[in-house]
Each structure stands twice: as C-alpha cells, then as structure tokens.
C-alpha cells in the first residue's frame, strides 16, 4: 500500500495538496494527516476529486528524516507528512518519497510503502 501524508497551512486550497502529492510522485492507494486535520475542505475535495480515502492519524513522537521546528512545536514530529505518511502505512513502512514542498510553501507530501490495510 501506498499512502501520501499531507501537511498543510490552514489556507492551503485544493490545488495546492493535489501539486504537493504530484510533486511527490502522486500514484497513491490513501491519503493520510493529522487527527487535527482531517476534515480540511481542501482536504475532503482532494480525497472526492481523486477517489481516495482519508486515514487520520497521530504523528505525535513519530520519527522522522525531515525536521520542521514549526512542525515540531505543533504536532511532536519533524515532518507533517512523513509521519502520517509512515503511521498509516504501518509497522515496518518506508518513505519512498521525503518531504516535498509545493513552491508557495503552503503544502508538504511524502509518500510511504507498508502493508497497512
């Protein structure tokens, strides 16, 4: 299984999550990020306009390669995505794709490969 996490700003859109995934290297079988944001608009749409679930989850103390003190500060990870993507893929689960930024700085994905179901 394949799964993108998803960091974002609050006024991410739509469009700014779908160019972070394509950035990533946007084949995925789940979409995951933090509890906190997992209803997003921006969110909902993307999951609706690609036909992919949503899996929220806790980053909190996740290890990751990438290291955002702002991140840190907030969720208790270094990377939104990487964590979510790695928690929802599960035990044993790598990163495939680090951390991307979209260029307007309001999106991050990484995409993880695990056995999750």
């Known amino acids: 299984m394949r799964v993108a996490g998803l960091g974002f700003?609050?006024?991410a859109t739509v469009d700014d999550l779908h160019d972070a995934l394509h950035l990533a290297g946007g084949r995925v079988d789940l979409l995951a990020t933090d509890a906190t944001k997992a209803k997003a608009?921006?969110?909902t749409a993307l999951?609706?306009?690609?036909n992919l679930p949503i899996r929220a989850v806790r980053v909190a103390g996740q290890p990751t390669p990438s290291t955002s003190p702002r991140v840190q500060a907030k969720f208790a990870t270094g990377s939104l995505s990487e964590a979510a993507a790695l928690v929802a893929a599960g035990p044993?689960?790598?990163l495939v794709t680090p951390r991307?930024?979209?260029p307007n700085g309001m999106a991050t994905a990484a995409i993880a490969e695990g056995i999750s179901e």
């Open 100 to 102: 991307v930024a979209t």
């Open 9 to 11: 700003r609050s006024a």
């Open 92 to 94: 044993g689960a790598c």
């Open 41 to 43: 608009p921006a969110l």
């Open 47 to 50: 999951a609706t306009r690609l």
